[in-house]
């Protein structure tokens, strides 16, 4: 595969470019959808092609072909040269690329049981039995679970001779259950919205006890239907780690993409409300505020060896209490920035241009748990799992809903309350941050669906988290 | 031969007797040039096939999809070896039979063989409309043929053209948008679209902060195609509406009577090809007619369980996800868009909507954003601009009885969340949205 790759590097190098590089990628992934206790989509796929990158004067050009031939390969290099000629029609500013160690090297993720050697059979019996549990209790309407696996073959060859070859290998899945009432539905999910992934094997899965969390999680989402709703006011805010680490990753793992700051998504995704002259003095959020961009974390979603411009997965240091420090960054938006390249960049399969991405952007733990930030906490509401989420293009002004509440009153949890949505400016809400967990709460929870650029790309993304506190927040928004 | 219907075949040629199954290989170009600072950042292309199989082994349903074209035969091997391990899907509507079908004529040679050279030049028009100004967006070209065949013998073939380009310009300190989409990739005005762009972001200079609340609002087409794309997916979704998630409720006036929604694949103006990922025809649908819900889209899972026939919206993931329709039109109306803010006394024009969210499926309410140009109407003019807010709004709520005070004389085909091609629609003129948020949060 490396002859393949390098076949398309020689070809747009022949054609004029001054750089490229070239991804192999052979890519599997499997599906599987149960609804109501019957097998509802059991999907298979194999993406497999070629995708290369070059670069002339300032001028980017991409060309991907799933014709995995030595001819296919230099031909698709030399129509990436071509674009790249063409991009330079309509040109910007040089596009140097930040200098990185050329490796050779192998890597792959540590996973115990290959979820491809698991038996489809098994795993639709695991979500039978875990829809079918929920299904018993009263009021369910819908049990749906689901299970996804990838694995994923990268060989990549730059014209800087880098020559890495990486096996990485992705699993998960979830459950929710769904109660219709009188003009609404509510909803539960476990382990989160959209389900918990990981890095690793079928060994992941096994994990989170699905079936010992079924009944409680259809009990709660039956027993919604007939809470009251959140008052609209302002109060303390304790949410739940999976809703912190989607929190992370909209107001702070977007709002550090460098690609973003610089402006070349402004159309689309957006850009943010960073801007680089205020790294390292801007204040992101309360002294709690410890964040970092890790793609080294065993077991996370977006923990690799390299990213896919061939430089090592590092950590980086985005906020150090409260203080911003830190972008996501690739070769060419790092060394415009001036700034060491992060290893962000990443692309979703052989046919898409790798962007700025990404990788583990957690929240490092705090000292306390979550049952020390209840009895602490007089007036407030306890928010969990997220059902809804919104952000403004510069990742500022928020809000999100979550699937369940409980009020908190004087130290004790209280009644439950349905339809609970919270909402913010990005820094100020982060100000907010007067407590944060530890210790076993402290989660590497795992986005699958994070959608960015045009082609739309979905990235695999983590987000480690655990139960924290804001001071005063406004909740309760309602249509 | 085209290559997808060789694919096809050879694959059809494989399975022989040993499982039903449907064939569907969808392929060709496509690719994409980007621009942000007034520069292009990014330009992509991409050729490649990707062959659907899935069969049924004795009502033990698998299904597969392959870009590995070397291989196919193992790979036709494998979908059935793991069919025959499955449960019996008690559900298996089985195939489509022997049908005619329509071919749209949505293909534009010129489109398909659009060259990075021809994507730069309506770029350069795109920026070159907005002097002093900083443009961003994309102009994307694609030609795709697809082919199905199955085994209970019906065979289609069809192939479909888009073209769009999409920008916006930004001052230092306001934004505007414009949007183009057709099969035509010669009807593309890259210098009328920045026009829009740059005309929206100028008038957006010294924009203030609005206090929240309800305002009557004239809502551009891009902010309507949000609204119609997710009445489809949450509402007319054949799926979502058999679990009772739907706000769908059929025979019912649930909107303003000068509402008329449909699904119409084969329209002049639709993008697209004559059928479905099972093969079945594409037709015209009738979803809302004078306020009144009359339908919603079928695949042959949801349609035989519902004890209809399926309206050939049996596209990828609907199994899943369900059948969406995504050749929607709203029928437009007489006023122009003038003619709505003319009328407003006091309220604000929308250019487009930004992430949008669903926070019940059955009421259809949502959160978002304002983006890319917002304004104050007072007295029938735009007098000024406001910064981007949120709202929190029923989408099938503001669309009631007596709601609607226009509809527009002005449908395209509108951007929306979901992305370009999916709705043609007109501005709306509206008596109230919910705004809950402003900049200040």
């Given amino acids: 595969m490396f002859d393949l790759a390098q076949a398309a590097v020689e070809g747009a190098l022949a054609a004029g470019a001054q750089y490229a590089d070239a991804r192999v990628v052979v890519g599997k992934n499997q599906s599987i959808a149960v609804l109501n206790a019957e097998p509802q989509s059991i999907d298979q796929a194999e993406r497999a092609g070629i995708g290369v990158r070059a670069l002339t004067g300032s001028g980017w050009g991409f060309y991907a072909t799933s014709d995995m031939t030595t001819a296919a390969a230099r031909k698709a290099g030399e129509q990436s040269a071509a674009i790249s000629r063409a991009s330079a029609s309509v040109p910007g500013p040089d596009m140097p690329l930040a200098d990185i160690p050329v490796v050779e090297d192998h890597y792959e993720t540590p996973h115990d049981e290959d979820p491809f050697a698991i038996p489809v059979a098994e795993k639709v019996d695991l979500l039978i039995a875990v829809t079918k549990t929920m299904q018993e209790v009263d009021g369910i309407a819908l049990a749906s679970g689901n299970l996804s696996f990838w694995d994923t073959n990268k060989w990549f060859v730059s014209s800087q001779g880098h020559r890495i070859h990486q096996h990485l290998v992705e699993s998960g899945g979830g459950y929710d259950a769904t109660a219709l009432g009188d003009g609404e539905t509510q909803r539960r999910s476990y382990p989160q919205s959209f389900g918990q992934y990981e890095t690793g094997g079928y060994e992941t899965v096994r994990r989170w006890d699905y079936l010992g969390n079924a009944g409680r999680i259809a009990e709660e989402a039956a027993a919604l239907l007939s809470a009251p709703e959140l008052e609209e006011g302002e109060k303390s805010l304790i949410l739940e780690g999976s809703q912190l680490a989607l929190q992370i990753h909209e107001s702070v793992g977007h709002a550090i993409e460098l690609d973003r700051i610089l402006g070349w998504e402004a159309a689309f995704a957006g850009t943010s409300h960073l801007e680089l002259e205020k790294l390292h003095t801007h204040k992101y959020g309360s002294p709690l505020m410890n964040i970092t961009a890790d793609a080294t974390l065993p077991g996370a979603l977006g923990t690799f060896g390299y990213d896919d411009e061939g430089t090592a997965a590092q950590r980086v240091d985005i906020v150090k209490e409260g203080t911003w420090t830190g972008v996501l960054s690739g070769r060419d938006s790092a060394s415009i920035a001036g700034l060491p390249p992060g290893g962000m960049v990443r692309a979703d399969g052989y046919n898409r241009l790798p962007m700025v991405r990404m990788t583990n952007v957690g929240i490092l733990p705090g000292d306390s748990s979550l049952d020390e930030i209840v009895a602490d906490t007089k007036d407030g509401v306890y928010m969990a799992t997220n059902r809804s989420w919104s952000i403004d293009d510069k990742r500022l002004n928020f809000q999100f809903g979550c699937e369940i509440g409980w009020e908190v009153k004087n130290g004790k949890l209280g009644r439950m309350v349905k339809n609970p949505t919270y909402t913010g400016i990005t820094p100020q809400f982060w100000a907010q941050l007067d407590m944060l967990a530890g210790g076993d709460e402290w989660v590497h929870w795992g986005t699958p669906n994070c959608g960015k650029g045009q082609p739309m790309q979905v990235a695999h993304t983590g987000h480690s988290a655990a139960p924290g506190r804001f001071a005063t927040v406004r909740v309760g928004v309602r249509a | ?441």
């Avoid at chain 2, 979908?79 to 749209?104: F, H, K, S, Y």
């Avoid at chain 2, 902010?223 to 119609?228: A, L």
């Avoid at chain 2, 509402?259 to 119409?264: R, S």
């Avoid at chain 2, 109306?333 to 803010?341: A, H, L, P």
């Fill in chain 2, 1 to 441: 031969m085209n290559r997808t219907i060789e694919l096809a075949s050879h694959v059809l040629d494989t399975v022989g007797d040993r499982a039903e199954a449907e064939i569907v290989v969808g392929g060709g170009v496509s690719a994409l040039t980007r621009f942000a600072n007034s520069f292009i950042h990014q330009n992509v292309a991409e050729e490649g096939y990707e062959v659907s199989l899935r069969v049924a082994v004795d009502g033990r349903v698998n299904a597969a999809r392959t870009t590995s074209l070397d291989n196919l035969d193992g790979f036709v091997d494998d979908t059935i070896e793991i069919a025959a391990l499955q449960r019996v899907d008690e559900n298996w509507p089985g195939l489509t039979p022997p049908l005619d079908v329509t071919d749209p004529k949505h293909y534009d040679e010129a489109t398909a063989e659009a060259t990075p050279a021809d994507r730069a030049g309506k770029v350069a028009d795109f920026v070159a409309a907005g002097p002093e100004m900083r443009a961003a967006g994309f102009c994307e070209t694609m030609g795709h043929n697809v082919a199905f065949v199955n085994t209970a013998g019906h065979r289609a073939f069809g192939r479909y053209t888009r073209a769009t380009i999409d920008g916006i310009h930004q001052t230092g300190a306001s934004a505007g948008s414009g949007h183009a989409t057709s099969k035509h990739f010669g009807d593309l005005d890259g210098a009328a679209v920045g026009a829009l762009a740059a005309g929206r972001a100028q008038q957006g200079l010294d924009a203030f902060d609005l206090k929240p609340g309800e305002y009557e609002v004239v809502l551009a087409p891009e902010c309507v195609g949000t609204i119609g794309i997710f009445l489809s997916f949450y509402g007319f979704n054949g799926k979502q509406h058999a679990e009772g998630q739907s706000f769908v409720e059929l025979g019912e006036k649930q909107f303003d009577a000068s509402i008329n929604f449909f699904d119409h694949a084969n329209d002049p103006r639709a993008l697209g090809v004559g059928f479905d990922a099972e093969g079945t025809p594409r037709q015209r649908l009738e979803l809302v007619t004078n306020g009144v819900t009359k339908g919603v889209a079928h695949d042959r899972r949801t349609a035989t369980k519902a004890g209809v026939h399926s309206t050939g919206h049996g596209d990828p993931g609907s199994e899943q996800w369900g059948p969406i329709p995504t050749h929607l039109f709203l029928a437009e109306g007489e006023k122009s868009v003038e003619e709505m803010i003319a009328s407003v006394d006091r309220g604000l024009y929308v250019s487009t909507f930004n992430y949008c969210r669903v926070l019940d499926p059955k009421t259809l309410a949502v959160t978002g954003l304002t983006r890319n140009g917002t304004f104050m109407i007072e007295n029938g003019k735009i007098t000024g601009a406001v910064t981007n807010l949120r709202f929190t709004q029923s989408f099938v709520e503001a669309l009631t009885q007596g709601r609607v005070h226009a509809i527009g004389n002005d449908s395209r085909f509108a951007d929306s969340e979901f992305g370009p091609g999916f709705t043609h629609v007109p501005s709306l003129h509206l008596e109230s949205w919910n705004f809950t948020g402003g900049a200040a949060g």
